[in-house]
């Protein structure tokens, strides 16, 4: 049997950022039950494989994996493709945890139902988003019943936690900013932003790394 490896952070606390990501593609001909579906898949990915060593907070880690799967949409002609072994796999999942739930009469953890399919968390965990349904979320009455209530982060914090971002980057001298920019706005690989600021991919990974410690430092003051 596969070792399972719980999740570094929980995805549920961060749908949020789904939200924020799914936003900046309304209104260009996909619905946003299917960008909220696929960044929901990105946040799943992102949760499972982020390592909180690296000293990058998670949604720095997370908003690019998430963008990347809904763009991936677009690619892919605007539908969350499942493949035939994973949407067998959901519905085992779905009903083993629909036995579970039987015998214990508590909603079973994600540990519990990959143990009992001999694999992964995270592929339990795909898994069973594959096989839920997309939830509509704006069908519901006139009075707002029926809707789903996404949790989203408060616009004023926002604008604290952006103003405060810019006041530690504002400590960064001109090169550091640039690196900053190429890795995380222009989403260029260490090897790309080695070429472009004429730097070798270990240096660049050094020195975004002490950039990073240095931020999180600066921020957590």
């Known amino acids: 049997m596969e070792q399972s490896r719980k999740p570094a952070v929980a995805a549920e606390a961060h749908l949020g950022l789904v939200h924020l990501c799914a936003n900046r593609f309304r209104e260009r001909g ?56 994973l949407q067998e796999l959901g519905m085992r999942a779905s009903r083993i945890a629909e036995q579970l739930r039987q015998q214990n009469g508590a909603e079973p953890t994600v540990r519990q139902i990959a143990d009992a399919l001999g694999i992964s968390e995270s592929e339990t965990a795909e898994a069973l988003c594959a096989a839920q349904p997309v ?42 900013r640039r690196l900053l920019h190429l890795r995380y706005h222009e989403n260029l690989t260490q090897c790309q932003t080695a070429a472009q600021l004429g730097m070798t991919q270990v240096q660049v990974s050094r020195r975004e790394k002490k950039i990073l410690l240095f931020l999180r430092a600066e921020l957590l003051k």
């Not at 039950?33 to 949604?59: H, I, M, P, Q, T």
């Open 135 to 176: 939830a509509s979320l704006t069908a519901g009455t006139d009075d707002g019943e029926g809707c789903t209530d996404i949790p989203v982060p408060s616009p004023e914090n926002r604008i604290q936690e952006h103003l405060a971002l810019e006041q530690v980057l504002s400590l960064l001298d001109a090169r550091d």
């Open 30 to 85: 996909i619905e946003y039950e299917e960008l909220y579906s696929a960044g929901c898949l990105g946040l799943v990915k992102a949760a499972n494989a982020f390592d909180a060593e690296r000293g990058v907070c998670f949604s720095t880690y997370a908003v690019p994996v998430i963008l990347g799967e809904i763009r991936r949409l677009f690619r892919e002609g605007g539908s969350v493709h499942v493949g035939r072994r």
